[in-house]
């Protein structure tokens, strides 16, 4: 018997609303399946747009190119181990591979993973710094010489054919990661919108909110990471590259938007039985988070600040640094407002009963496997990753010195 | 394997060399190391319900007692309780029939027990036997009147209200309240005695309550009583279907 | 090379659809299932309940806890009384009642209730049951006898099953830290006793039987009463049948 859990429970009893369901007191899937698909939205969204570098040959963007797949893969090692802590088994976690249960989308999970960070990530990472790491490798000793070595699989054929078969290879993996990325985040929506129990999560629409939702978070979120660490590895930020991420971060959010607005106006719209209590909780519970951080400080506020920045970015010529400035704001703002956005699904969802009658209150908890700060070690754990990826596959290495060159070049004009 | 490089590119070749050796540990951890039950869903299911089919009883079931408590039972089967099982009011008894020596059910003696079910509930269905635990014969064990084996009212009643008493309460706080029962039902004295096989009597028509309703009623009590034209109120309908006696509407 | 083209293209496709087409291919014959004739002899457990009669004493909560090892908190049932009260004004309140607890008597002469009632709850042994549809390794599975149980030993604790549950039958259970839910007491059924919840109804308002059986309390309260189920569009086809539903209970 876990003496905590009945305590917070019997806290939770009086705070009760109307009538709940007697087992629905426990809101079941807590903090970490809230850091679950924040992290997997990440993952996409930051490889999409290293897609869009390949596939759509958006040269100004190049300079993220290799830290969005870094990124990507930071975060989807971190990815199982939410959801492997928030079992109630989690030493039981091969079964879901041993037995799997086709109809189930949970257990499509590690297939999903496996195939996404196997047949498409690795490569494409492994692809891009194929011929860099045996050159690399020249020039070293120790061990950063036999890692770089071993991760190119001991290969030194830097001949044409060899080259040529590296992009070849590249441009297929990365049509294929599209849709694979897209599958990923698609996959984890579909978890929530299959609940046909939970109507405010049963909806066609949630995969394809959950879909661009992640393609904002993941670039905004590799838009930041670019922004922080390049000064702190001294090289200097290529505006012109973050001035066109941000064109299509900004296209992304106003894509979100209106979709979650037509899901908010379908829902008004027929207004089923479960609307008044679906209502009241966003009224009462989700006010703050869905209201005021996932819609007004995370949408609305970063698009008024970009637009505002985009139009008048030429007529009165605004400053780099203020232009920076807005943008570190904004892509800040909608990080917030991305994490408030998954939680407004996954607590939401279980905060009102599905007799549709009264509403449950969730406490987060500050230790433990389901507290606050196991969730925030979870969000810093893919930022170390990232460090050490970084140390062994740094992104810059060459494009430094003419990427310096092109910065003073677009400054100037 | 140096024909694989000849023949492939030298990437792809060496990618194809770590696939298939990831291929082959994962087939011969899955297909080797792992026991087949640990894979088998239908194994594991039958193991399940095994299982749970092999949960310890608590409750014997209803016709485990008669075996030893031969009298009680028969005395129960003829009662208004018959319907019950012993474990209703005994609690688990399995353990007390494997052990009848050392493990003895609970008798519940006390006197909130018997309210769980008895008590007067707005919810609870009409008829079903309620009393008010507060004015029933205060602090008196319920055993001490009635035989918990055999139910059924301790001496014969002298108010109507001992039985009916949620009609009673009902007509406590409406308009008629100073009605006797017997005003509209005639009640033959055996009722009392053997309350299904003799009934007391229900008005028939509309006329009845028209003695004290109706616009041109003489009856002594009708003094106050609201009037109406029996020929065009409430059209085809009898009173009752629309007034409830006990209770009757007021005009707010 | 074109082979091998071929080869790689067949396997991706393999690799993208073969979740979705299991998927699929899982669902239909278990639907198909759900309404085939039995083979002479199985069992097809249902329950029923007959509204009306409830007189929400709570001994069948009681009796669960008991039997099935339920932890006492009020946050883990297998079934549970629901009350009641819809108002003059409209206005209906539910509340779950609490065993060995007088329920409060209102005054009889509380005019604002307009009607008032029970109704128990308890897992409803979907034919559908979107509980084993979730579950991710095929720790929950319903019997040919048509019971829905979990596999204590392989249940992983994900609670999947416990969000797409509709009836909130469903709880994590604290000490083994997997899902747990009525069985219809299925170490009981399977001995030919009655569930325990069933056994100690005083007004027999809980009825269980076969529903293959000609002529069984069961089948009689099918036969006789008009019946309902709880939330019938959701199609999970549940086989706890209520007689004498009122629209308000979900």
Redesign the interface.
Known sequence: ??PE??HT??EL?PQIQ?????????I??GLLIVVYPYITGIVAGAFILASLVKVFNVKEVQPLYRLSLLTALAYLLVAPVALVA?????E??Y??L????????????G??YA?YLM?VLL?EI??VH?TDLIEWAEHETGAMRFIHRALA???R?T?E??V???HK?LKVITI?GI?SAF?LHGYVGF?FG?????PWWSSVLIPIVFLFSAIVSGVALVILLYMVITPLTGGKINMRCVDKAIDFLFYAVIVDFSLELVDFIHRVYQSEEEILILSEMVMSKLFASLLIIQVLLGMLLPLALISVTKIFKKRFHLSEDLRKMVYFISVILIQFGIFATRWNVVIG??MF?????GLTTYKVEFGGIEGLLFAILLLALPIVILAVLMKILPPWKEMREEGAAETVEVAGS | MGKLFEKF????A??I??FLALVAAGAFV?FVL?PKP????KV?WDNAIRQESARPVKYAGFHACAECHDKLYETKKKGYHRDLSCETCHGAAKAHTEDPDTVKPVIPAERAFCPQCHAYNPSRPRGFPQINPVAHNPLKPCASCHNPHDPKPPTTPKECAACHGEIARTKAVSHHVQLECTTCHVTPQRHKVSPRAVKPTKPQDREFCGKCHGKDASAKLSANAPKIDLAEHGEKYVCWQCHYPHSPEVEQ | MNGRRTFLRGF?SF??T??AI??I???SPSKAHAKETPPKGQKWYGFGVSVDKCIGCARCMEACKTENNV?R?????RT?V?RYITRKNGGT????IEPNQEPAPEAASDKSILRSFFVP?LCNQCANP?CV???????TFRTDDGVVLVNEK???????C???????????H??T??ADKCTFCYHRISKGLLPACVEVCPTQTRIFGDLNAAASPMSRFLRMNKIHVLKPA?NTEPKVYYASLDGEV?
């Open positions: 018997m876990n859990l009945l429970l019997k009893l109307g009538y709940i369901y007697p087992n629905e007191i426990e079941h899937w928030h079992l109630g088994h989690p039981r976690f079964e879901i041993l037995t799997p249960n086709t109809s189930s989308a949970m257990a499509m999970f297939f999903v195939w047949a490569l492994w692809f194929r699989l001991f290969s054929d001949g054919r060899a040529a078969f590296d290879a294929v849709p599958l978890i299959s609940i046909k129990a939970n969802g279980q009963s599905k007799s549709f009658r | 590119p030298d990437p792809l060496r990618l060399v770590v899955f792992i640990v894979k088998d869903l594991q | 991706l690799l993208l073969g979740g299991g998927g291919l899982r669902i932890p908190e009020p946050f883990f049932y549970w629901e309140t539910v509340k779950a709850k979107p549809q979730v579950c991710p390794v095929g720790a392989t249940c992983i604790g994900c609670r999947y416990i969000q797409a549950c509709p009836y909130g039958a469903r709880y994590l604290p000490v830290r997997t959701l979900r």
